[in-house]
């Protein structure tokens, strides 16, 4: 079983569609993050959600909007998908936030 | 099953001494391992790298060693500082498909 599940791998879309990508964690942690890498492999950190509550919010559009119906899961959705959106999105669990960190493999966003 | 893995979850080092953080991978085909420093509440910073073709790379106090044959790499910091103290994750690419480990926790002590 797949520790933290991404969906979908792999996204290509349209400038100026709305999509989600969903994650879920089977691990019991409390806390689940959203990142994004960039061309330079850099994580930035875009939000943090402890027990379904919102506890980073760094800053990035408000196109983007996080949805965490459980502490299994962590969904991001973006409005307005513009073509500097495209990157890998990766989805990841703590139980502290001080480490045994897991990440889900990554969803490759492209907007043409 | 976890294809790199970071089997010290939390290290102890004396200021001034050296760190070393150990990461090991099972998948041959990884050409490309990163190393990231992530302190609370913040996103991981990229660190240092190395590609499948060397052995060693090094970046000030940084210095990446790559053992293909053992599928191990490691990361060195001399001399460890109080600042470095934060959690370090390993990470593996085969193309542009990236694995991360758990990561471990590095405590460096005055």
């Known amino acids: 079983d797949t520790a933290v599940s991404q969906t979908p791998k792999y996204l290509v879309t349209q400038m100026g569609n709305d999509k989600s990508i969903k994650c879920e964690q089977n691990?019991?942690?409390?806390?689940m993050y959203w990142y994004k890498q960039d061309s330079k492999k850099f994580l930035k950190i875009m939000f943090s959600y402890n027990n379904k509550e919102l506890i980073i919010n760094e800053t990035v559009p408000n196109r983007f909007s996080p949805k965490s119906p459980d502490k299994a899961h962590l969904n991001l959705h973006i409005n307005s998908l513009e073509l500097g959106d495209s990157a890998v999105y990766f989805c990841?669990?703590?139980?502290?936030?001080?480490?045994?960190?897991?990440f889900g493999s990554g969803t490759r966003l492209t907007v043409v | 099953d976890q294809q790199v893995k970071q089997n010290s979850p939390s290290l102890s080092v004396q200021e001034g001494r050296i760190s070393i953080l150990n990461c090991d991978y099972t998948?041959?085909?990884?050409?490309?391992f990163l190393w990231y420093k992530k302190y609370p509440a913040e996103g991981p910073t990229f660190l240092i790298s190395?590609?499948?073709?060397?052995d060693k790379n090094e970046d000030g106090r940084f210095t990446v060693f790559l053992n293909k044959s053992a599928k191990h790499l490691s990361l060195h910091i001399v001399p460890s500082q109080p600042g470095d103290s934060a959690v370090y994750f390993c990470a593996a690419s085969e193309g542009q498909n990236f694995v991360f480990g758990p990561g471990t926790r590095l405590s460096v002590l005055p």
């Open positions: 990841a669990s703590s139980q502290d936030g001080f480490g045994g960190y897991t």
């Open positions: 998948n041959s085909m990884f050409d490309y």
């Open positions: 190395i590609s499948s073709i060397k």
């Open positions: 691990l019991g942690h409390d806390t």
